[in-house]
């Protein structure tokens, strides 16, 4: 049975992939409305999986596929055309219509109807795809992340911190954080050296493809440059992590508790237990990881906003 709204095996170039379930579940009447104004086939998910069957199925004749949802929404379509291997071929385009929308933020969208405005009209990108194992992400991967944190976490919160929400949230709501032994192992970053091997216990890792896991400046990486920003915050006791000005100044950059690497791959290899990854916000339970960047191999529809280097011009 196919889910609502496909079209089965017909062959269509703008394909639209629509989350119905997203957000606040309000926007579904708009953008069918404005999927048909702009010429798209449109497919409604019903079950978990769909976005990325549903891109997998239409990335071969599709020139172009949206992404109608938040960033689960925008990684399992990812997924679907790199299974289909279109990746260089198919041009995505994302409507932000999730809780928090950290990359439809970061790549300039600014809503529905600008999203759609953009597809027309906007510029295409190439940008990194990162790979996790089999997995692909495009926004980032976060180790330690707790299911319960992830439930109890705002929309005010995730709107104000991102995917750091998640982890403000785990350190109030868990009262004896069970950290994370870790050995992590980088590639040669750009200047060409190898920087020694990080083991110990950490409360969470980060890496970031198209987010950036600091307070300082934006909270978008460069996604162009073929490298994926890691930032390990060393075991820290959470009492002193409660106050919000406390948390901001540590992924300010200015705490001892902070690692952080440039790299186009690395390994992180759990000395005890399988951890579980968030992927954009899809979960990944794996004792080894395997991480990679796939330079600039998505074409994507950007908005004005968009800088492929944040932190050009800035002193």
């Known amino acids: ?18 989350n119905p379930e997203s957000g606040s579940q309000n926007h579904v009447d708009d953008v069918v409305e404005l999927g048909g104004e702009h010429g798209f086939d449109i497919r409604k998910t019903e079950e978990s999986g769909d976005a990325k069957r549903l891109a997998r199925d239409a990335a071969p004749t599709a020139d172009l596929i949206a992404a109608v949802g938040g960033d689960g929404t925008v990684n399992g379509v990812v997924n679907g055309i790199a299974a289909a291997d279109e ?8 409507v932000p219509t999730g809780t928090g929308n950290n990359f439809a933020t970061n790549i300039g969208i600014r809503g529905i109807e600008h999203a759609f405005t953009v597809l027309e009209e906007g510029r295409r990108r190439s940008i990194d795809v990162g790979a996790a194992n089999d997995r692909r992400f495009v926004n980032s991967c976060v180790g330690g992340i707790t299911a319960e944190a992830s439930r109890k976490t705002t929309s005010e919160s995730k709107a104000d911190l991102g995917v750091l929400a998640y982890v403000k949230n785990t350190l109030e709501t868990v009262g004896s954080f069970d950290s ?6 980088t590639a040669a970053g750009p200047n060409g050296r190898r920087t020694q091997a990080w083991t110990g216990n950490a409360i969470f890792v980060l ?34 992590l409660l106050g919000e000005a406390a948390f901001k100044r540590l992924f300010g950059g200015d705490s001892s508790y902070i690692v952080r690497r440039r790299t186009p791959s690395l390994a992180i290899e759990s000395t005890r237990d399988a951890i579980t990854y968030s992927l954009d916000g899809e979960m990944l339970e794996t004792q080894t990881l395997h991480l990679e960047t796939n330079p600039r191999t998505l074409r994507v529809a950007v908005g004005d906003g968009y800088e492929p280097d944040p932190d050009d011009g800035v002193l």
Do not use: H, K, W, Y
Request: with cysteine.
């Open 1 to 18: 049975m196919q889910p609502e709204g496909s079209t089965g095996a017909r062959a269509a170039d703008r394909v639209l992939i629509l």
């Open 87 to 94: 990746l260089e071929t198919t041009t995505l385009a994302v």
């Open 180 to 185: 994370l032994p870790l050995r992590v192992e």
């Open 207 to 240: 890496i970031g493809n198209c987010r950036r896991f600091t307070g300082a400046r934006t909270a978008q990486a460069n996604v162009e440059d073929g490298l994926l920003e890691v930032t390990i915050v060393e075991d820290v006791p959470a009492v002193n």
